[in-house]
């Protein structure tokens, strides 16, 4: 769906409800972009339509707070391509360096530790990169075309591939494929996550 300006596109429950109450009478649509455990879905009449960035989001949203799906369209993440630039060159013939690149997991838990072991067993190098590393990645698109392969999921998984890097689909405790084109298109109707169902 177009940006219109007459329609209120709200992302967080709070905004959401805030800009309804501040602009009566305008039409609105909700962006859930992320994870609904973490956020509810408001309803409100105003709130015409509803946009998910997965198929796994929108089947969540229908029957956890009970949205019809005719109300719900799938819009996937995307990256600004003028920002994230895929490095020039052949690819590296021996990986070299990776990135654990999210925010959810802590730099010594189980699933860390494990790629950790994994990748410095092939004489790989790992960098932490996130809230619970201590270390944030505040220009993304200069960090990720250092890195061969990116451990990532959603929108951060995008971005990793937009810069050229090889993504192996993170989950939260475990790790999914290793992005190709045979799979990519069931990686993008996901959001690039290891699906619940």
């Known amino acids: 769906l177009p940006f219109r300006p007459d329609i209120i596109h709200a992302q967080h429950h709070l905004d959401a409800m805030t800009a309804i109450t501040a602009l009566p009478g305008v039409p609105a649509i909700y962006h859930c972009h992320g ?96 809230t619970r590393a201590g270390r944030m990645a505040h220009a993304p698109e200069t960090l990720l075309p250092q890195y061969d392969v990116v451990f990532a999921s959603g929108l951060s998984a995008i971005e990793a591939m937009a810069c050229g890097c090889a993504v192996v689909v993170l989950g939260r405790t475990s790790c999914g494929e290793l992005v190709r084109p045979g799979n990519f298109d069931r990686y993008r109707r996901v959001n690039f996550t290891i699906a619940v169902n």
């Open 35 to 130: 994870a609904i455990w973490r956020e509810s879905v408001p309803k409100h009449p105003r709130i015409h339509h509803y946009l998910a960035v997965s198929s796994t989001l929108k089947e969540r949203m229908s029957v956890e707070f009970l949205v019809p799906p005719t109300d719900v369209s799938v819009l996937p993440n995307g990256v600004d391509m003028r920002r994230f630039r895929a490095r020039l060159g052949a690819p590296p013939e021996r990986l070299a360096r990776a990135l654990f690149y999210n925010s959810r997991h802590d730099v010594d838990g189980p699933t860390v530790l494990a790629i950790r072991s994994a990748v410095e067993r092939r004489g790989i190098a790992l960098d932490v990169v996130g």
